[in-house]
């Protein structure tokens, strides 16, 4: 099982970046997927999730209503769009996989290994 995030990079505060999460190895529409990241010495913040179907999305209070995560089952693919950028996004990005609908990390098996996101002042 392979998940992989990608589309991090610089951006300036009030930007926009689209991440993917790619999956190979599961079935991935039976897995609910979240978005996490970790800014430096900081621990793993709970950013967004999707269930199965796509149709019933969450989010942190932080990111609600600048972030949307989104998902193409037939792509195997999850998306998190970001806009309205702030420095305080800047973090490594993580995607996960798991059989919850969850803002916890540990309800999650897989992990994909990071996309950095920095958004410049």
């Known amino acids: 099982v392979q998940l992989q995030a990608s589309g991090g990079g610089l951006v300036q505060a009030g930007g926009s970046l689209r991440l993917s999460c790619e999956h190979s190895?599961?079935?991935?529409?039976?897995?609910?997927v979240g978005w996490f990241r970790q800014a430096p010495g900081k621990g793993r913040e709970f950013i967004a999730r999707?269930?199965?179907?796509?149709?019933?999305?969450g989010y942190a209070d932080s990111v609600s209503g600048r972030f949307t995560v989104s998902r193409d089952n037939t792509k195997n693919t999850v998306h998190l769009q970001m806009n309205s950028l702030k420095p305080e996004d800047t973090a490594v990005y993580y995607c996960?996989?798991?059989?919850?609908?969850?803002?916890?990390?540990?309800?999650?098996?897989?992990w994909g290994q990071g996309t950095q996101v920095t958004v410049s002042s």
């Open positions: 190895g599961l079935t991935f529409s039976n897995s609910n």
């Open positions: 996960a996989a798991g059989s919850s609908w969850s803002e916890y990390s540990r309800y999650y098996k897989y």
């Open positions: 999707i269930d199965r179907g796509g149709a019933r999305p």
